[in-house]
């Protein structure tokens, strides 16, 4: 297989394409593990039989749990982890995320999203109010990987904007949904300037979303909480 993968080293501003060629061993090889594979040659080769450095991506579970393994495969934001490299088309380009900054090859600082939900005040002051009703929603809700892809695709979305994205919304979508009336006034007007007011809802994100998020009807359930203004009675 041609692997095409867009490098960059930590500090520089420029980046290159280089090439390698990649004999899967069966058919459940993932990117991850041909980026494994590769890095664990003793020494690196190109296609052209150049030496190469190894190749920098983020990864943590290994199992579509954590979302650190982001990237962009073939121009779509995918997990490395769950990406099969016999579903994707030859030649296989893999690049980092274009929305935040590059810190060597494949691996992007995404540390903008934890700093959204802390200005989002995403946590409970008071006791969560749960129950069997509220429970499908904070389920959902805390599925989201924190794996950025939805704001890779997202229009609207810019590092230091005031509209935080999908990955803002999902986990913000529990707090709308447990908080008590009191508290819940702060939380709406949060909701309403990061992320209702700045979302176009064409839904790319939920097209995207490695978690399978039902990004929509989380999207009517939040709205519905904080812009109209509906009660869940438990
Ligand atoms: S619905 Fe569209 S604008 Fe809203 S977060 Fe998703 S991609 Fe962005
Ligand atoms: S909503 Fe989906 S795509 Fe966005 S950060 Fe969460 S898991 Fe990733
Ligand atoms: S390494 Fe955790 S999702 Fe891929």
Not at 90 to 100: G, Q, V
């Amino acid at each position: 297989m041609r692997i095409e993968i867009l490098r960059r080293d930590r500090g520089s501003d420029v980046c290159y394409l280089q090439v390698f060629e990649y004999t899967p061993e069966d058919e459940r090889e993932t990117i991850a593990s041909m980026l494994d594979h590769l890095n664990g040659q003793e020494e690196l080769k190109d296609i052209e039989g150049n030496s190469a450095r190894k190749i920098t991506y983020k990864k943590s579970c290994l199992q579509k749990k954590c979302g650190a393994c982001a990237m962009l495969a073939n121009g779509r934001p995918a997990l490395a982890c769950a990406s099969k490299l016999c579903d994707l088309e030859e030649p296989i380009r893999l690049e980092p995320f274009k929305k935040f900054p590059v810190v060597e090859d494949l691996c992007v600082d995404r540390s903008i999203m934890k700093e959204n939900l802390r200005q989002m005040k995403a946590w409970f002051e008071d006791e969560a109010l749960v129950s069997e009703k509220r429970n499908a929603v904070s389920y959902e809700s805390s599925r989201c990987l924190q794996c950025g892809c939805c704001l890779e695709v997202c229009p609207n979305f810019m590092i230091g904007s005031s509209f935080f994205g999908m990955a803002g919304a999902m986990p913000f979508s529990r707090i709308l949904n447990e908080m008590n009336k009191e508290e819940l006034k702060e939380a709406r007007k949060t909701y309403n300037t990061r992320v209702f007011e700045g979302c176009g809802k064409s839904l790319s994100c939920r097209d995207v979303c490695p978690a399978k998020i039902k990004i929509g009807d989380m999207l009517v359930n939040s709205n519905a909480i904080a812009v109209w203004k509906r009660y869940i009675k438990d």
